[in-house]
């Protein structure tokens, strides 16, 4: 696999994550000198990264919610 999974949408998050692949900025510039395994533990991380972007920040897990409700916040 020596073709990066760069999507052409780059820009960076505040985490320096990027938002069209879901690789953080040293694996971008790491991506070419890592080998076979290492590329694959950095798509499995990205592609975490973007499932957990496209959750709504505003969606409690269940732990949170049940956190927040001792608390007595609403959701």
Do not use: F, Y
Not at 20 to 36: N, V
Not at 60 to 69: H, P
């Amino acid at each position: 696999m020596d073709k990066a999974p760069c999507q052409r949408n780059c820009c960076l998050d505040q985490d320096d994550i990027c938002l069209g692949c879901g690789r953080s900025l040293t694996e971008i510039c790491g991506w070419h000198q890592a080998d076979a395994a290492q590329k694959q533990q950095i798509l499995a991380q990205a592609e975490q990264r973007l499932t957990a972007k496209k959750r709504p920040a505003d969606v409690l897990t269940s732990a949170q919610a049940v956190d927040q409700a001792s608390r007595g916040k609403p959701s």
